[in-house]
């Protein structure tokens, strides 16, 4: 006896409970793939925010406190960097390049950061990609600001349109540098980072709208050589922190031994890849929680397939009675039963993973615009087809007890049923 195209049958004689159950099953495992997909993809950007960048300094706190405003800009240092510490550190031989950093500003709820040249040329993200521009480029005068992808859409901005930053951290505030406005000179590339999410200025221009100072004529350039225009010493005091990157990778732990025990003022040097895996794992939590979730409605669905099974096997005693009078046995039913519930899991596994690739197909502008989310929509991964098998076993052991109930009743009817 051919089981399974009976199977295929009986289910298609039930079809509409039949596809509520694989749409219910679909649904379940669209959201565990998804789920997965959004953890790795979430992973991989967290883990791609900064790259190539071997030290980064800041004043004594802790690591992911420093990884996170420096980084992520989110909140606050306890305390600066002098500027003569930053010398000291960036005149090493041992130091290739540094990357000061100055915080503390914002602009209609995006963080504002003072820099130099150096962040546009060293700054890494990725697979050591590059910061590029999709108009204009770095800034090199005073008052020139490079503004990140979200910024730019969020806010509808242009190259040339005008903005003034303000003191804090809030979207809205009362302590304006109205004063001192920017002009937008850069737009850079979406990275899918804090990046975008950032205005960019030089490092004198945060100093200059701090102390109040009021340029007569033209606006000095950035590093102008005397005599093609007066400008005061617009050198920072201090910084926030600053980003290392060394000749040898071979000298990481002995500058960052070096700087820990620095006498000079307290500060503390970390690797950005360390405290990465460290933040990782507090927020990880919920990451593991979330895919929790997502299993948990995996197995509701599994187990409104044994519902829907388990309520239909009263009205289906005639149709046992029959199957056992034309030579079936009960072994038969109940692999019958078994080939139903691997059908209906099947077919929702594949229900779903059609979905998910449609979802991705659809909302991965979406992601990508809105969170700085890349999902690809390829061939399924390993990962993905050992979630396939896993709810299709999971599926088959679901349909024991519907199965075992109707052996059961075979046993007890045989054709002793009423036709």
């Given at each position: 006896?051919?089981?399974l195209p009976l199977a295929a049958r009986s289910l298609w004689n039930r ?361 690809e929509v390829g061939a399924p991964t390993g990962y993905d087809l050992a ?10 052991l679901a349909g024991l007890l519907p199965a075992w109930r109707a052996y ?12």
């Amino acid at each position: 006896m051919r089981l399974l195209p009976l199977a295929a049958r009986s289910l298609w004689n039930r079809r509409v409970a039949a596809l509520l159950t694989v749409f219910t099953i679909a649904v379940s495992v669209t959201l565990l793939l998804g789920v997965q997909k959004l953890r790795t993809e979430a992973r991989n950007s967290f883990a791609s925010t900064i790259s190539g960048t071997d030290l980064i300094v800041g004043a004594r706190s802790g690591p992911v406190n420093l990884l996170l405003y420096s980084v992520f800009r989110v909140g606050d240092a306890t305390a600066n960097v002098s500027w003569q510490s930053y010398e000291m550190v960036a005149r090493h031989p041992d130091v290739a390049w540094t990357i000061p950093i100055s915080l503390g500003d914002s602009h209609r709820g995006f963080r504002v950061m003072g820099t130099s040249s150096a962040y546009f040329e060293h700054y890494r993200y990725g697979a050591r990609r590059s910061l590029g521009f999709s108009a204009g480029g770095p800034f090199a005068e005073l008052h020139d600001a490079v503004i990140g992808a979200e910024v730019a859409r969020a806010l509808g901005y242009r190259l040339d349109d005008r903005i003034t930053i303000a003191h804090g951290l809030g979207e809205v505030s009362f302590v304006e540098h109205d004063d001192h406005p920017f002009r937008i000179v850069g737009i850079l590339e979406r990275t899918g980072t804090p990046v975008d999410r950032t205005v960019h200025v030089s490092l004198e221009a945060i100093t200059a709208i701090h102390e109040d100072w009021q340029g007569v004529g033209p606006t000095p350039a950035i590093g102008a050589r005397p005599g093609e225009a007066a400008a005061p010493n617009l050198t920072p005091a201090s910084i926030t922190a600053f980003m290392v990157g060394l000749q040898s990778r071979a000298a990481v732990f002995q500058m960052q031994r070096a700087l820990n025990d620095y006498r000079g003022e307290p500060l503390l040097a970390i690797m950005p890849g360390v405290a990465l895996q460290q933040l990782w794992q507090l927020v990880g939590l919920a990451d593991t929680a979330l895919l929790l979730v997502a299993a948990c409605v995996v197995l509701a669905g599994l187990l409104g397939m044994v519902t829907a099974l388990l309520t239909s096997l009263n009205e289906r005693r005639r149709e046992m009675a029959i199957l056992r009078a034309v030579g079936a046995r009960p072994l038969h039913v109940f692999l019958l039963l078994e080939f139903e519930s691997a059908l209906l899991a099947a077919a929702g596994v594949l229900t779903g993973f059609a979905l998910t690739w449609t979802t991705l197909a659809l909302a991965g502008p979406l992601l990508e615009r809105q969170f700085g989310l890349f999902m690809e929509v390829g061939a399924p991964t390993g990962y993905d087809l050992a979630i396939a098998a896993a709810v299709v076993a999971a599926g088959v052991l679901a349909g024991l007890l519907p199965a075992w109930r109707a052996y059961r009743n075979s046993l007890a009817d045989g054709l002793s049923i009423r036709l």
